[in-house]
Every structure is written in C-alpha cells, then in structure tokens.
C-alpha cells in the first residue's frame, strides 16, 4: 500500500530559515542573567500591573475589533490621529501584514545587510525577492538603498535605530530616501527603539508619515514599557495604508488585557522616563568601560550594545558566550545577521551590567572591572 502524502506548503516556505530567537535561559537551577532580548530592566509599570489584573475579570469577552482606547491613548501622547493607526500583537505581525498587503511573486522588498531578520522571513513568505543593500560602518546606506531600487521595489524596510548594531541614519537621511524613491514604493521606518534615542538628529518618522502618502512607521510596547510577552504594537500610516492593513489584520488582533495594560502604561510616563535616563546612563558608561577591556563596541542609539570580539587567541564571539553561560550570563549570539565575531548585550540593571563587565575581564585576561 502506498504511503499516503499530506499536504505541502507552496514553493519557497520550506525554503525560509525560521527566527530564532536568544537563549533565554541556561540548564540548572540557579537563576541566570538574561542580556539577549532587550528588555527593559525594570519590567512594566506598577499602573500597568495593575491593569493587567483587573482586566482578568473580562476573559471571557471578546476585546474592541479596533483597539480605539489604546489607539487613542497612542494618539493623546504623540499628538496623531487615532483613525491612522493601526494596533497589532507586536509590531511583528505589522511588519507581516505590511508585507502581505503590497507584496507578491515578482515583488522586491530592500532591507540593509544586517537588517531585522523578520524583514527577510516576510518577504520571502509573501513569495516576493528579498534585496539586501551594503551597510557603511554597520549603518545602513541611503545611496546603497537607492541603488538596489529596480521596477520591482514594493518596499524598503528600514529599522531606525536598526537591531542588532544599534546605529541609526539621521532625520535629513531618511527623508533624502523617501524623497528619491519612487513614489509607488512604500518606505517602513521601524522605530522599536525610538523612544531610547536622544540625538538631536533624529526623528522617529512621525513627521515623514504625516506629510507624506507612502511612509509608514511602526512602534512597539516590548521594549521601553516592559511588555513584551503581551504581544502590543502599532503603526501609524497614510490613511489609504491604515485601510488596507485593516481589511486583512485579524478581528481581534489585540486581546483585552494588552489593551488595558498598553494604555495603563502610556499613562505613566514618569515610569517610562525612569527606563530612559537609567539606559542613558548606562549605555554610555558600559560602552567607555568595555572598550577599555579591548572589545570593540559599536556606538549605539538604542538600548543595546553590539561588543566585536578579536577572532582568535581563544577570545572569539562564540568562547565568549561559553564562558558567560558559565556565568550564568546571557547575551545574544548574532551570526545569522552576518556578524560572527560579535554578541548582542542589553543594558540591564547596575548589578547586571557590573557582572558582565567582571566576567568579560576575567575572559579577557584581566583581574576584573571596577564597579561603578
């Protein structure tokens, strides 16, 4: 009797290499310090706590299909229009839905050399051709954006700070790329780490959307709010983006309580502010502390850091996450963005990030890190 054969995805899933995410955790039970997701070290807001529970009492209820309270929360603090935004869980699935709406078989979508991996997997998911332009000194290029642009370009994806580097383009950058794009391409600013960004320089694309019909920023809770597990982002867009993202986005994309929570936590900004000042502090002293280990760090923007390890002389990448899990510290590996030689290090409380800098002097010959 022959065997029977199920169904097959379409050409080209099988061929998409899944995200992976960070180690999250190490074998034993002794607790581990865990620097490889970019969370933020103060976890969510008490307000949004709080919310979280009361919103316990209505599981049982589906949630608004429009997310309007948290979408009008969104607005009220960033002064936009709430019928431009579009809420979704993570602003992954927004990225997702960005590509199912405009690309296709015969499709191009750019994104830079060591761009977000969810740029990739949507654009090959939606059986469209993924182009990848040069970076400059680990930034992403307008010029090499430009000129990867062909009459199949749909999309360009552009993270602003980008992840895993940390770096970011200026405001005239950004629009210098919207500017010379064909006007049929749609250009998507992910500003995840927007609110982490304290350059004069830089604007998170809020201006850009408002004033332009093909430019579409997307924002997440994840990071700075300190609720990722929720599942909570949003997009601000052109009105006529905002309407095809709805036509397609699921009815209840959003639960209860990541609405609840979501707008708790915008309502505490002193909170938020908190995480930002302690990340502007730490950044910069970890950064000066580090490099003078002999590491090379990539000045960042966000609330990161991308530390270069030499290859050889058993102070590789891959040695020095060994040793660190002996640590029981976690940072993350990042040779799937083409960078071998390097790990990914959230900013994490001071005891945190004094143990990292202890355990990476001992890894690198020296006697230890003085504590700050």
């Given at each position: ?243 095809a993202l709805n036509r397609i986005r699921g009815p209840f994309n959003v639960s209860g309580p990541a609405i609840a929570t979501g707008v708790a936590a915008l309502e505490d900004q002193p909170w938020a ?29 966000a609330n990161f850091l991308l530390l270069h390890f030499p290859k050889g002389n058993g102070r590789s990448a891959p040695e020095a996450d060994k040793f660190l899990h002996g640590r029981r510290i976690i940072l993350r590996r990042v040779e799937e963005y083409g960078l071998p030689q390097a790990l990914r290090m959230t900013i994490g ?24």
């Amino acid at each position: 009797m022959a065997a029977t054969r199920g169904p097959r995805p379409r050409p080209g899933v099988l061929d998409i290499a899944p995200y992976v995410p960070g180690t999250s955790a190490l074998p034993g039970a002794q607790p581990a310090i865990k620097l490889s997701s970019n969370e933020t070290p103060f976890g969510p807001s008490p307000r949004a706590i709080e919310a979280y529970r009361a919103a316990i009492a209505s599981l049982s209820r589906y949630p608004d299909g429009s997310a309007r309270e948290l979408r009008e929360a969104i607005a009220k603090l960033y002064g936009l229009d709430p019928a431009r935004i579009v809420c979704g869980a993570g602003s992954d699935e927004l990225l997702n839905l960005l590509a199912t709406a405009y690309l296709g078989p015969g499709d191009e979508a750019i994104y830079s050399a060591h761009g977000f991996l969810v740029y990739k997997i949507a654009i090959l998911a939606r059986g469209a051709t993924p182009v990848v332009a040069a970076e400059t000194e680990l930034t992403a290029d307008v010029d090499a954006i430009l000129a990867c642009v062909s009459p199949r370009t749909r999309l360009v994806f552009i993270a602003n700070p980008n992840n895993p580097t940390g770096t970011y383009l200026p405001f005239d950058e950004i629009k210098r790329l919207r500017e010379d794009l064909p006007a049929d391409v749609l250009l998507v600013l992910d500003a995840a780490y927007a609110e982490y960004v304290r350059k004069n320089d830089y604007e998170s694309g809020i201006e850009l959307v408002a004033t332009s019909p093909n430019t579409v920023m997307t924002r997440t809770f994840s990071k700075l709010y300190g609720l990722a597990s929720l599942r909570i982002g949003w997009a601000y867009c052109p009105p006529s983006v905002a309407d095809a993202l709805n036509r397609i986005r699921g009815p209840f994309n959003v639960s209860g309580p990541a609405i609840a929570t979501g707008v708790a936590a915008l309502e505490d900004q002193p909170w938020a502010q908190r995480g930002v000042e302690h990340n502007e502090l730490w950044r910069g002293q970890m950064s000066e502390a580090l490099s003078r280990l002999g590491l090379g760090v990539t000045p960042s923007a966000a609330n990161f850091l991308l530390l270069h390890f030499p290859k050889g002389n058993g102070r590789s990448a891959p040695e020095a996450d060994k040793f660190l899990h002996g640590r029981r510290i976690i940072l993350r590996r990042v040779e799937e963005y083409g960078l071998p030689q390097a790990l990914r290090m959230t900013i994490g409380t001071e005891d945190e990030n004094n143990a990292v800098l202890d355990a990476l002097a001992s890894f690198m010959g020296g006697n230890g890190a003085p504590r700050r």
